[in-house]
């Protein structure tokens, strides 16, 4: 059965100067929509948002006009006439926001019909849709981004509205901008962080040590092909583990950006670069930093540039990362693909990603300072520096849970044990 394509996407534009433009486009139409081309340029990157950013916004605005879409709603027409959504609109917004864009649009129609003969009450409808199971619920944080960037919209609308409209309108505007703002900022999933057993955590020593058995670029058993495949796969594997850099950053690395003197690695930002062919650029997310290589890692990367320099178009540019076969720079698409015979073939690693790898550095991170005697209060300006994060930023504990937990753990086995052999003495 074919998935059903949504009536809108995010198409990006590529610029002559390099910018990245995404702009949400009407399948049927085939044409722009104007008014969240006017947010995302006027607002968006009015504010240095990065085009990843953008178009993440926009992928959420596709939920907002879906449900204009299924209920025959105009927005200019709505406002004109003093009304933006309905209270029952505003629940099925807040409904497939939280579910994924497949299982929206596996229902062909809208959620909550607005024939008032079929549905009493709005308490009917959500009891509707409590009853009703969707294949695949998001993260709450994901519905939260979603609602977030929708609310941020509609505001933006309703103040253009307002400008627009003549003065004898403009209070009822506000007001109806003000209830509509307060309906889905309260409807909008609340992320408390209580939830800390599923947490993700990193690699654990064993699995780690079957990672780095299996990338073993000796070993007859690889599911990586090509000689080139093998060594620039293995080189992602052990870059990502052992500096903690993101997918991004490290597809935008260049061989400038490696020192040979210093035994030094450059992760730099580079948004909107005029020389990256890739039309989806990898961002750095975050700041700018120098990180060491050890001798063995210098000498994988030079390895790999040897192998690097037989590959046609390879030479065209100096990205570190290329295609097997065509030379250009590794895309994001190519590089989670390289990810899929390892959790495929490996039951330990089905849920292996990038990210997750990020996770075990910092982890690997925090034993070595615990080893050699480096007082816990002086790490976070460690991790930050070597995440990339701001001076203040409280990002570095999301990455510490597994050994924060393993140190708690074994200071209250220590303390039981304590209190065990006090209460044999006192017997």
């Known amino acids: 059965m074919c998935q059903q394509q949504s009536p809108y996407f995010v198409h990006m534009v590529l610029t002559v100067d390099g910018e990245r433009l995404p702009i949400l486009m009407c399948r049927e139409m085939g044409v722009p929509i104007f008014e969240p081309i006017v947010w995302s340029i006027s607002e968006l990157r009015g504010r240095q948002l990065a085009s990843n950013t953008i178009q993440q916004a926009l992928r959420s605005l596709i939920f907002l006009y879906i449900v204009l879409y299924r209920n025959k709603i105009n927005l200019k027409q709505r406002l004109e006439e003093g009304q933006l959504l309905?209270?029952?609109?505003?629940?099925?917004?807040?409904?497939?926001?939280?579910?994924?864009?497949?299982?929206?649009?596996a229902s062909p129609t809208n959620l909550i019909t607005l024939n008032p003969k079929k549905i009493l009450s709005l308490e009917k409808a959500r009891m509707a849709m409590t009853r009703r199971k969707v294949a695949s619920d998001v993260d709450p944080s994901t519905a939260a981004i979603r609602l977030n960037y929708i609310r941020e919209f509609l505001a933006w609308?309703?103040?253009?509205?307002?400008?627009?409209?003549?003065?004898?309108?403009?209070?009822?505007?506000?007001?109806?901008?003000?209830?509509?703002?307060?309906?889905?900022?309260?409807?909008?999933?609340?992320?408390?962080?209580?939830?800390?057993?599923?947490?993700?955590?990193?690699l654990d020593t064993e699995t780690h040590k079957q990672l780095l058995n299996l990338i073993d670029i000796e070993n007859p058993e690889s599911v990586w092909v090509s000689t080139h495949t093998k060594v620039r796969n293995v080189l992602i594997v052990r870059m990502l583990l052992e500096l903690g850099v993101r997918r991004s950053e490290l597809l935008g690395v260049r061989i400038k950006d490696i020192s040979?003197?210093?035994?030094?690695?450059?992760?730099?930002?580079?948004?909107?670069?005029?020389?990256?062919?890739?039309?989806?650029?990898?961002n750095t997310k975050t700041r700018d930093r120098l990180l060491a290589l050890s001798q063995d890692m210098f000498l994988q990367i030079s390895n790999y540039l040897s192998t690097r320099r037989n590959i046609l178009g390879a030479r065209r540019h100096d990205f570190l990362l290329v295609a097997n076969g065509t030379g250009a720079p590794l895309s994001i698409s190519e590089f989670n693909r390289l990810f899929k015979p390892l959790q495929v073939t490996t039951p330990s690693l089905q849920y292996l990603t990038p990210h997750l790898l990020r996770h075990t550095f910092f982890e690997n991170l925090c034993e070595s300072l615990d080893k050699n005697g480096i007082p816990v209060e002086e790490w976070d300006p460690m991790l930050r520096r070597l995440g990339g994060w701001s001076d203040t930023s409280t990002t570095p504990s999301r990455y510490t849970k597994r050994y924060a937990q393993r140190k708690a753990n074994e200071a209250m086995l220590s303390m039981q044990q304590r209190l065990k052999m006090k209460v044999s003495h006192n017997e």
């Open 86 to 105: 309905n209270p029952w609109e505003i629940e099925e917004l807040v409904y497939i926001c939280k579910s994924t864009l497949a299982a929206t649009l």
């Open 157 to 202: 609308r309703v103040t253009q509205a307002i400008l627009q409209a003549p003065v004898n309108k403009r209070s009822n505007l506000i007001i109806l901008k003000e209830i509509t703002d307060l309906a889905l900022r309260n409807k909008t999933p609340q992320v408390t962080g209580r939830n800390h057993l599923y947490q993700r955590l990193g």
């Open 260 to 282: 040979a003197q210093g035994h030094e690695i450059k992760i730099l930002r580079r948004p909107d670069d005029i020389h990256d062919p890739r039309l989806y650029e990898p």
